[in-house]
């Protein structure tokens, strides 16, 4: 696809408007006609031409470059909900200079169709200026923002490395296979990246046969960057052995980026195991033993009354620790801190550290005065200096793919007409921010349950005429008193002409997708 055609939108405005008409964006016909010829015909471009108001007033005029009052105009145009209409007549016009600052701020206001207006601008005040914007731009907005400009960009932008390593910054099919057809005419060491980051499977042998064949370091080190930004997506038995032969490479810093990634792997310290028994560079080595000194993990979970920790969390926490080959230790809020044993204190001064990981799910009061007070607990245990550092994580609840997964799980309805999420009361605008965040990711509003609830107790929304066919999830990872209760109620017999209870599914941590997902998420730590 050929780069829009230069034609001047001033010379056919009509001067009596005080905003003139911006061109549409051209049709898939026209962009072969540009292909084909360099240009699009003006009668062709302007036949479904469409006008900005003429009630609207121009834009301000722009102070000085890098003064305050500039930096605050801007900030505020970014902020504000006001008409971008005259801001883009005046690009349109030339009253306004297209500088990048302004292009800045007009790419995270824009909706769908004036994305598409600033790219046929910018063919007639320049490209360079507006890729320039939007590369500073897009990474920094927020998704649901960013995403108007991925039709327009896929419709219009040109098939340049800039404007495809743009693109290549959005997940979408479409999108794996322009960064395919461009890299088949020139390989190109961003492209690579982004085709990485697109993560289809399908991508994976290229991306590693690049890496491993002699070849320009850069291309090299793109296509590895790109196996480790969709490192999940790949087939594993050839990622395991590519990056196993990757590790032995001449280049140091490919061999040792090979090693990190087999760390991350689900494996990763069973197979760190066996490259240790290769002969290795003594800088990839040193890489090597680093990574196979796994720091102990403190993992704070909510645990019972009286400080009982559930079986199956006792028993996940056994095998994470074989497969980590480090010390795991389980402290419940219900109970004080427990007391390591010389392995745990052994493996931290090996590894110089010691990571917390709150294995809670939303940000209630545990999150946000608990955790703090924990961790100050185990920094003072630590001791002053720097021989032994916590490593504080993010509360599980956080994580984007933990919440990715929890969509999955509720996506995939396993036989039932619904699932509906139940979480545990929360207050405050941090944790109603929060609940309506995980809500629209989940794709549907969760039910505040006190632990005391029984299914009897439960309000879900009147969709089904059976409630029978609609299951809940509780946010638990392991049994507590609301799963004993729900499952009580699930076991009591019913009276004659009584409605079946919805039906309670198991806490998370004894669902295999999502017992696997922490095994293999907390093994990658280091």
């Given at each position: 696809m050929g780069a829009l055609a230069p034609d001047s939108l001033r010379s056919i405005a009509d001067p009596s408007l005080s905003k003139p008409p911006l061109p549409p964006a051209p049709t898939g016909s026209e962009r072969g006609q540009v292909a084909a010829t360099g240009r699009v015909d003006p009668a062709a471009r302007w036949l479904n031409v469409f006008r900005l108001g003429s009630e609207q007033s121009d834009p301000p005029p722009?102070?000085?470059?890098?003064?305050?009052?500039?930096?605050?105009?801007?900030?505020?145009?970014?902020?504000?909900?006001?008409?971008?209409?005259?801001?883009?007549?005046?690009?349109?016009?030339?009253?306004?200079?297209?500088?990048?600052?302004?292009?800045?701020?007009?790419?995270?206001?824009?909706?769908?169709?004036d994305a598409e207006r600033l790219l046929v601008l910018a063919a007639d005040f320049g490209l360079p200026l507006l890729l320039q914007a939007l590369e500073q731009a897009l990474p920094v907005l927020p998704a649901a923002t960013r995403a108007v400009w991925l039709e327009p960009l896929l419709a219009q932008a040109p098939d340049e490395p800039g404007w495809l390593a743009l693109l290549g910054a959005f997940q979408d099919p479409r999108v794996a296979q322009r960064l395919r057809q461009a890299l088949a005419r020139s390989l190109d060491a961003p492209l690579l990246e982004r085709l990485g980051h697109q993560r289809q499977g399908e991508d994976g042998a290229l991306l590693l046969t690049i890496s491993l064949a002699p070849g320009p370091r850069a291309l090299r080190h793109g296509a590895l960057e790109g196996l480790a930004l969709g490192l999940s997506?790949?087939?594993?038995?050839?990622?395991?052995?590519?990056?196993?032969?990757?590790?032995?490479?001449?280049?140091?810093?490919?061999?040792?980026?090979?090693?990190?990634?087999?760390?991350?792997?689900?494996?990763?310290?069973?197979?760190?195991?066996?490259?240790?028994?290769?002969?290795?560079?003594?800088?990839?080595?040193?890489?090597?033993?680093?990574?196979?000194?796994?720091?102990?993990?403190?993992?704070?979970?909510?645990?019972?009354?009286?400080?009982?920790i559930p079986e199956e969390l006792q028993d996940w926490a056994r095998e994470l620790e074989q497969r980590r080959g480090a010390p795991v230790l389980l402290q419940a809020l219900t109970s004080g801190a427990p007391d390591p044993d010389p392995a745990f204190w052994a493996g931290a001064h090996r590894a110089g550290t010691v990571g917390l990981v709150p294995l809670l799910l939303l940000p209630g009061g545990h999150v946000r005065k608990d955790l703090p007070a924990i961790a100050r607990a185990w920094r003072t245990r630590l001791g002053?200096?720097?021989?032994?550092?916590?490593?504080?994580?993010?509360?599980?609840?956080?994580?984007?793919?933990?919440?990715?997964?929890?969509?999955?799980?509720?996506?995939?309805?396993?036989?039932?007409?619904?699932?509906?999420?139940?979480?545990?009361?929360?207050?405050?605008?941090?944790?109603?921010?929060?609940?309506?965040?995980?809500?629209?990711?989940?794709?549907?509003?969760?039910?505040?349950?006190?632990?005391?609830?029984?299914?009897a107790d439960l309000v879900l929304p009147v969709d089904r005429p059976d409630p029978g066919t609609v299951a809940v999830l509780p946010?638990?990872?392991?049994?507590?008193?609301?799963?004993?209760?729900?499952?009580?109620?699930?076991?009591?017999?019913?009276?004659?002409?009584?409605?079946r209870p919805p039906q309670p599914l198991p806490p998370l941590l004894q669902q295999p997708a999502i017992r696997q997902f922490l095994l293999t998420a907390l093994e990658a730590l280091p």
């Open positions: 722009l102070p000085a470059e890098g003064s305050l009052e500039r930096w605050q105009l801007l900030q505020e145009l970014g902020r504000s909900a006001s008409d971008l209409g005259p801001w883009l007549a005046g690009l349109a016009s030339g009253t306004l200079a297209p500088e990048v600052d302004l292009l800045v701020a007009l790419a995270g206001r824009v909706d769908q169709g997506a790949w087939p594993l038995g050839p990622l395991e052995a590519g990056l196993a032969d990757l590790a032995a490479d001449l280049d140091p810093a490919l061999a040792a980026k090979a090693v990190d990634l087999l760390a991350r792997l689900p494996q990763g310290q069973r197979q760190l195991r066996l490259l240790a028994q290769r002969p290795l560079a003594a800088p990839v080595q040193g890489r090597l033993q680093r990574r196979l000194r796994r720091a102990p993990l403190v993992l704070v979970v909510h645990g019972r009354s009286g400080g009982l002053p200096g720097p021989a032994i550092a916590l490593q504080r994580y993010p509360f599980l609840g956080a994580w984007p793919a933990w919440q990715l997964l929890l969509a999955g799980q509720l996506a995939d309805r396993q036989g039932f007409g619904a699932i509906h999420w139940l979480h545990h009361p929360l207050e405050g605008p941090l944790a109603q921010r929060y609940l309506a965040h995980l809500g629209a990711v989940l794709g549907s509003a969760g039910l505040a349950t006190p632990y005391t609830a029984a299914l946010l638990t990872l392991a049994s507590n008193r609301l799963t004993d209760t729900l499952d009580a109620g699930r076991r009591g017999a019913l009276q004659p002409g009584q409605a």
